[in-house]
Structures are given as structure tokens and as C-alpha cells.
């Protein structure tokens, strides 16, 4: 038996390719749920103990995930520019 300490789970993929993501925490059943990304911090629990909803990494994927739509809005704007 391996260790339960970290999660070496892999979700395949949505049906339209897209990745999904194992929750850090196994359900009652044991069995660790595969969550699509824009579920996360939707404001909904997905995960059995809401990981993906939780504060501290939510303010983390915001905020990186404007930074970068400034980054790709720029990218997009010199690439029709030229
Ligand atoms: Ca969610």
C-alpha cells in the first residue's frame, strides 16, 4: 500500500478534451472526485471538503487567471496589430 499523503490520482480527460482535476480528498466511498476547471471557485463546493472553493487558493487562481487574460488580451491585440 502506497502512502495517502499526496495525490497521485490522474483524471482523464472531459469528453471535449479539456483537463480535469482530482480533488486533494477522496469522497465517502473513497473515491477521488475529477473536477472540469471552470468549476473552480465557482462559489459551489465541488470537492468532498471544498477544496476547490477554498480562500487562500481561490485569491491565488484569480488573480493569476486576470493577470494572465491582461496578458493574452495583449498578445491578442499586437498579433492583429501586425
Ligand atoms: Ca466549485
Redesign the pocket.
Known amino acids: 500500500m502506497s502512502s495517502q499523503l499526496t495525490v497521485d490520482y490522474e483524471c482523464p480527460p472531459a469528453a471535449d478534451g479539456m483537463e480535469r482535476f482530482a480533488c486533494p480528498t477522496p469522497d465517502r466511498q473513497g473515491r477521488y472526485r475529477c473536477?472540469d476547471d471552470h468549476?473552480?471557485?465557482?462559489?459551489?463546493?465541488?470537492?468532498p471538503s471544498g477544496e476547490?472553493?477554498d480562500r487562500q487558493a481561490c485569491m491565488f487562481y484569480k488573480t493569476t487567471k486576470a493577470h494572465l487574460d491582461v496578458l493574452a488580451d495583449a498578445l491578442l491585440r499586437w498579433a492583429r496589430g501586425r
Not at 41 to 47: L, N, S, T
Open positions: 473536477i468549476v473552480l471557485c465557482d462559489g459551489f463546493i465541488d470537492c476547490d472553493e
